[in-house]
């Protein structure tokens, strides 16, 4: 019965049946056809002791004995969502939970001594997951009561959806009535800290709120409807891992364990969906179809819809949003992908530029529920903009979704941050390598420097800066795609200067990644020399275009900067 015991145990055990604990253990084969869970579980604790008549180190044996029915492979990932199913089976509101150990697959509630907890039903959405349930620890811990329990069994992160409560009422406290959420870890090997993160993005582990409150406490104050989600970095071969409050109620929605054994900090993506490429998906569907490991829930359709911005072609786009085209949640109305680990000794990022409209909020999510960035889309014009995420989480799932009307994806670009190199590099359009180009409707790549469709290598005399130039870039209008610009590729943080005027009025010159991102632009006229900036630590490739019309290029440089 290791399996029953671990989805529903109830018992209230002497130290008598802990020496002997296999006499309430069943093998699966043992359940008759008429037996089931909740009958076994009734018997069991009729036949026992109240846990309170226990010593404290006969509760610390049974607790135990508890846990090691729980052993589970390093690498497996566990979630404990008190809004499932398999909690239906403890104690609901208003029932408490009290005078008793209660495990569901692993998770121990410690509730003795009459220090009870309360499983309360609720409806809160938060960042697309649903939740109907949460645990609430209603007041401090004493002793070794009123706290939860679970193993770690390797390196892993922990994830906590929790905030604070009164005991009165069920909201939260003011903040001046924080409640303190302790996790710690049982042995002194191994470590275990708090990883801010979320709207952070992942800004390091938490030095700690004071000398009172170790790194590993956290504050949850905030209103009732905005629980705060907690990550904790255990590293170690595996420790018993103990949640409780010193001051006041907590609320906790879900807690997860995800394995980072065998995870490889070194992998690294370098991927673009452009949604123009994708096949049609129908809008009225309830499964999740994927293309080129881009995946789309139910009721999210492509849809024709023709944008042109910072020269990229948009001209078909994802609609997010569900059935009701105003709200993503879990499996419905939302868009989601595979990203590897990239927390590393220096904490490197994943970039995630995303071009968008509607007008809602475009929100970054990972798998359990932490809101890695949040966009504002705009309608104005039907502009469409690119938006930029950073990730800096183990390797995930992570989710687009909208929080209210519609919203639609064009374009997704997702790139690890590297080690930068450095590049100075300097073309002059007059050198022999570039003066007898002459037209050409392809693409042509000489000494690095790539030069678009539709440019002709053109002869004409100008001086600047005591530089006497007869070549230049004629780059004949509006640039889009593969059409009129010039690219390059670049290690990371660059100032790129061009020698440059306009063929008549001024033209409005950007600076823009493959993901169509906008990261400087300058309006060039007269003769002159034009600087734009690159600011990333992200290896990529760099455009030069221009949104209105054509313009003459005499010489381009490329230096890194710090």
């Avoid at 005078?99 to 907890?117: E, H, I, R, W």
């Avoid at 949460?134 to 892993?156: I, S």
Wanted: proline share 2%.
């Amino acid at each position: 019965m290791k399996k029953y015991l671990k989805s529903f145990l109830c018992l209230t055990i002497t130290a008598a049946i802990i020496s002997n604990i296999s006499n309430v253990i069943f093998a699966d084969d043992d359940l008759t056809e008429n037996e089931n869970p909740t009958e076994i579980s009734e018997n069991l604790e009729n036949s026992v002791i109240d846990i309170n008549s226990m010593t404290a180190e006969e509760q610390e044996a049974y607790e135990n004995e508890l846990l090691a029915l729980d052993a589970v492979d390093a690498t497996t990932d566990r979630v404990w969502n008190f809004s499932d199913s398999a909690f239906d089976l403890l104690p609901q509101s208003p029932d408490r939970i009290e005078n008793n150990y209660f495990t569901v697959d692993g998770l121990l509630l410690k509730a003795s001594n009459n220090k009870y907890m309360e499983l309360m039903p609720t409806d809160k959405n938060f960042y697309g997951n649903v939740y109907t349930r949460y645990l609430n620890l209603e007041g401090q811990a004493t002793g070794d009561t009123r706290k939860v329990e679970f193993m770690t069994y390797g390196d892993a992160d922990i994830y906590i959806l929790a905030r604070g409560s009164n005991a009165a009422t069920g909201n939260s406290p003011t903040p001046a009535s924080p409640r303190f959420l302790h996790v710690e870890k049982s042995s002194t090997a191994g470590t275990l800290g708090r990883r801010e993160v979320g709207g952070l993005y992942g800004t390091g582990l938490v030095s700690g709120y004071s000398s009172t409150y170790s790194n590993n406490t956290a504050i949850l104050t905030g209103p009732e409807d905005s629980p705060k989600m907690l990550m904790y970095e255990y590293r170690g071969n595996g420790d018993k891992i103990t949640l409780y409050s010193d001051e006041g109620g907590i609320n906790i929605f879900g807690i997860a364990v995800k394995s980072r054994v065998n995870q490889d900090d070194e992998a690294t993506i370098n991927r673009r969906w452009h949604i123009s490429d994708f096949d049609d998906v129908a809008f009225n569907r309830t499964n999740t179809v994927s293309q080129d490991d881009l995946y789309m829930t139910g009721y999210v359709s492509t849809y024709v819809d023709g944008e042109e911005k910072n020269g990229f072609d948009y001209n078909k786009c994802l609609n997010l949003g569900g059935r009701a085209g105003v709200l993503s949640t879990v499996d419905e109305g939302e868009i989601y992908f595979d990203v590897p680990g990239v927390i590393g000794e220096d904490n490197e990022t994943t970039d995630i530029y995303v071009a968008a409209r509607g007008d809602c909020k475009l929100q970054l999510v990972d798998e359990f529920g932490i809101l890695w960035g949040e966009e504002q889309l705009s309608l104005e014009n039907s502009d469409v903009e690119v938006h930029k995420f950073k990730y800096s989480g183990p390797a995930a799932r992570l989710y687009l979704r909208v929080n209210d009307q519609e919203g639609r994806v064009y374009d997704i670009y997702a790139k690890t941050r590297e080690a930068s190199g450095t590049i100075n590099k300097n073309w002059n359009i007059s050198s022999s390598l570039f003066n007898n180009l002459g037209y050409s409707d392809n693409i042509r790549t000489v000494d690095g420097l790539t030069i678009l469709k539709r440019i002709n290598v053109a002869s004409k005399n100008a001086s600047y800066n005591n530089v006497n130039y007869t070549h230049m870039l004629a780059i004949g209008g509006k640039g889009v795609e593969d059409d009129r610009g010039i690219k390059f590729d670049v290690p990371g943080r660059v100032r790129v200067k061009i020698v440059a005027q306009s063929s008549s009025s001024a033209r409005n010159i950007v600076l823009t990644d493959m993901s169509g991102y906008n990261h400087c632009s300058a309006v060039v006229n007269d003769l002159g020399e034009y600087e734009f900036t690159y600011n990333e630590d992200i290896p990529t490739s760099l455009y030069i275009r221009s949104l209105s019309g054509g313009f003459y290029i005499y010489n381009i440089s490329v230096e890194s900067i710090n």
